[in-house]
């Protein structure tokens, strides 16, 4: 027996799209989380101290290097089926004023 294809509106995708950034938002937030990320993929995430350790990680792409492994790493670790496929491309987008 065949189950139909799980069909999911635009509305329904953008919904958990919003709800899968809160969930990375929080979980870059909260020490365990971030512990948790260590001890499983040996990498840490620092917080640039300075105003020119920040322009060095963006310069780089460091910063999204780093944003990215985590977002992955979240979505394997607690146990989502999928990450929207446009999900890196929208939050990862510069902020507009």
Request: hydrophobic letters at 40%; a negative charge.
């Amino acid at each position: 027996m065949t189950s139909a294809p799980l069909i999911v509106s635009d509305h329904e995708k953008a919904f958990h799209l919003i709800a899968f950034a809160d969930f990375v938002r929080w979980a870059s937030a909260e020490d365990g989380m971030l512990d948790d990320y260590e001890a499983d993929t040996g990498k840490k995430i620092k917080q640039p101290r300075t105003a020119l350790e920040k322009m060095i990680d963006k310069a780089t792409g460091h910063e999204r290097v780093m944003a990215e492994d985590f977002i992955k790493w979240c979505a394997q670790v607690y146990g989502l089926d999928f990450l929207p496929g446009d999900y890196l491309t929208q939050i990862m987008k510069p902020a507009t004023p």
